[in-house]
């Protein structure tokens, strides 16, 4: 199945500022889209990355003449800059479904979760994150089409129902862990491994355990 990738190449992860500068943020972003990128590859799938800007990376790229297409070894990147709805509903409209639909900040992400949102049957499946967002989506429906604003999951369940498809939910923690703000990266640090958990610990995050709960510090 193609999986779709988006992904943030201006500024990411600006929740992060409290803790990253400019530069890391962008460097750990890059290293949470290639776990994601290897994992569906791992998987048996053809990911394709859909970014704001042209990838800026330490990896060799290959930029076609009208530079909308640049490959990261045998990964596409489709260069558009508009708001992510409206970038990845043009991608549905020019592509035949099915297609999924996962995000770049999933650093905890195995190939069984990805056989497992891939593995159901419903015309939409969903994977929510944490705060009520939308993760990852299989669409098989010619009809529907994504709105990430605001609780994008309960709304993505109504749109799915309002055209006729049936729909599922993943119940998955693998795929609810999206990065965003700093206390995001507890999780991360407690439960993987990895390119992910290498780049933290060696830019000096790390758990740090209170009374009441366990946080995260840099040193």
């Known amino acids: 199945m193609r999986v779709l990738i988006p992904y943030d190449a201006r500024n990411p992860k600006t929740r992060l ?4 500068e400019e530069e890391e943020r962008a460097e750990f972003a890059r290293v949470m889209l290639k776990t994601v990128l290897r994992t569906v590859d791992q998987a048996g799938h053809d990911p394709t990355v859909l970014a704001t800007a042209p990838l800026d990376c330490d990896w060799p790229v290959v930029v076609d003449g009208d530079c909308s297409i640049v490959v990261d070894r045998d990964w596409p990147v489709v260069v558009d800059d508009r708001p992510l709805s409206v970038a990845v509903n043009d991608v549905l409209d020019d592509w035949d479904t099915p297609l999924c639909i996962i995000m770049a900040d999933l650093p905890l992400v195995t190939v069984e979760a990805v056989d497992r949102l891939l593995d159901q049957q419903e015309d939409v499946v969903i994977a929510p994150g944490l705060g009520g ?9 010619p009809e529907f089409r994504v ?6 999951y309960r709304d993505h369940r109504n749109h799915a129902q309002e055209c006729g498809a049936s729909v599922s939910t993943v119940d998955s923690f693998r795929l609810a862990v999206d990065i965003d703000d700093p206390d995001d990266l507890v999780e991360v640090l407690l439960h993987g491994q990895g390119e992910v958990t290498d780049w933290l610990a060696d ?6 355990e209170t009374a009441s709960r366990t946080t995260i510090e840099r040193v």
């Open 203 to 208: 830019a000096g995050v790390r758990l740090s």
């Open 17 to 20: 500022s409290p803790l990253f």
């Open 133 to 141: 967002g939308t993760n990852a989506l299989v669409i098989r429906h």
């Open 147 to 152: 709105d990430y604003h605001g609780t994008s």
